[in-house]
C-alpha cells in the first residue's frame, strides 16, 4: 500500500506596500492617539496600498518575491487559489486576474472569501489538491486591500487595517514535511458583527448605498473580540488534541494579526512562552488574508522558525469563520 502524499510549503514570498500610516498620522485624521490604540491593539503602524493598486498587484508582486528565493518555471503551476475579501471586482476572480498577470498558460484558479481566515482556508484547499496526487505545484495567495473598504472616520476600525499579501508554494513532500493536519468552522450567526453591506446582490451600489458608508467595514469590535478569544483558543486545542499534541510541542505558533490580546491570551492557554510566538501586528496591522503568511515571513527573520519545526498557525474571520492547522516546516 503507498504511503499517503503530503503537501509542503516549499517557498514563500511576501509584498507590503511602501506607504506606511501611522499612530500619529491617524491622530490628525480621527479622535484617538498613539497610546489608546496601542493599549488595544497593539499595533504601531500599517502599510496602505496607493491609489490603483490592487488585491491582483500585491498578490502578484508577493508571487514575484517568492520566486526570487525559490525559482521555478510558472508554467508548472497547476492551480491559483487567492484568498481575499477585498478582490479587484465582483468577477472575474482575483486569481483569473493573477494568472494572467504572471502570465501562467494551462492552470485553474478560484478565490476563496473567508475574511481573515482566507488563507488558512485557501491553504488547506490546495493542500487537499496535493494530497489527492493529482497536482504537483499549487500556488496559494492571501492578499488584501483592506484600506479600499476602510471608512477613515471610523476610529474603532481605521486604526486596525492594513495591506499587504503573502504567496506560498504547495508541492509533494518526500521527507514527512508539510501540513500534518486541520480544523475548520464556520458560525453564521456571527456574521452581523463583522461584515460590509453594500456591493452584493441584497444592496447593489446605488447612491443610497453610497451616502449610508454601507461600502465600508462595519464591525462590533467587542463581540468579535469577545468570539475570537474563545474560538482561536477552541481551534489551536482541537487541532493539538487531534494529533495527541500539546502546546509544549510546538516550536512556534502564528495566529492571525487582528489583535495583541487575542494572541497573547491564546498563547497563554496553550502554555506556550511568547518567544515562541511571532507577533508583527504592530509593524503591519490586520491584513486580512496576508497576515499569516507575511507573519511566516517575520518568523523565518526573527529564527523562530526553521526547517523541522512544528508550526501551529490559526485564524477567525469575518463569517465566522476559524480554522488552526499543524504544519512541519519543510525550509
Request: hydrophobic letters at 40%; proline letters at 3%; glycine letters at 10%.
Amino acid at each position: 500500500m503507498s504511503k499517503p502524499v503530503r503537501a509542503k510549503i516549499s517557498a514563500l514570498g511576501t509584498y507590503l506596500p511602501p506607504r506606511v500610516l501611522t499612530n500619529s498620522d491617524l491622530e490628525k485624521m480621527v479622535d484617538t492617539s498613539n497610546e489608546w490604540i496601542l493599549e488595544r491593539v497593539g499595533i504601531r503602524e500599517r502599510h496602505i496600498a496607493d491609489k490603483g493598486v490592487a488585491a491582483s498587484d500585491m498578490a502578484v508582486l508577493a508571487v514575484q518575491n517568492l520566486l526570487e528565493s525559490h525559482p521555478f518555471d510558472l508554467q508548472e503551476v497547476d492551480l491559483i487559489i487567492v484568498g481575499t475579501v477585498t478582490p479587484d471586482m465582483m468577477y472575474p476572480s482575483t486569481a483569473c486576474l493573477v494568472q494572467h498577470k504572471l502570465g501562467i498558460k494551462n492552470t485553474w484558479g478560484f478565490d476563496v472569501s473567508a475574511g481573515c481566515s482566507g488563507f488558512v482556508y485557501a491553504l488547506n484547499t490546495g493542500v487537499k489538491f496535493v494530497e489527492s496526487g493529482q497536482y504537483k505545484k499549487v500556488l496559494v495567495i492571501g492578499a488584501d486591500k483592506n484600506s479600499a473598504m476602510t471608512d477613515y472616520t471610523d476610529r474603532a476600525v481605521c486604526i486596525i487595517f492594513g495591506d499587504g499579501a503573502g504567496a506560498v508554494l504547495l508541492e509533494p513532500s518526500e521527507d514527512g514535511a508539510g501540513v500534518i493536519d486541520h480544523v475548520a468552522q464556520i458560525e453564521g450567526a456571527g456574521g452581523k458583527f463583522l461584515y460590509m453591506p453594500g456591493g452584493g446582490s441584497l444592496n447593489p451600489a446605488s447612491h443610497e448605498t453610497v451616502n449610508q458608508k454601507m461600502h465600508y467595514i462595519h464591525q462590533d469590535g467587542q463581540q468579535v473580540f469577545k468570539y475570537a478569544v474563545k474560538k482561536m483558543a477552541e481551534m489551536t486545542e482541537r487541532v493539538l488534541e487531534k494529533n495527541n499534541l500539546s502546546g509544549k510541542d510546538v516550536d512556534c505558533f502564528i495566529a492571525h494579526q487582528a489583535n495583541k490580546r487575542i494572541i497573547t491570551a491564546t498563547a497563554d492557554r496553550l502554555g506556550m512562552p511568547l518567544e515562541k510566538v511571532v507577533i508583527n501586528i504592530d509593524r503591519f496591522g490586520n491584513t486580512t488574508a496576508g497576515t499569516i503568511p507575511i507573519a511566516m515571513q517575520t518568523a523565518l527573520e526573527e529564527k523562530k522558525l526553521k526547517k523541522g519545526d512544528l508550526l501551529l498557525i490559526a485564524a477567525v474571520g469575518a463569517g465566522f469563520t476559524s480554522g488552526a492547522s499543524l504544519i512541519r516546516w519543510a525550509f
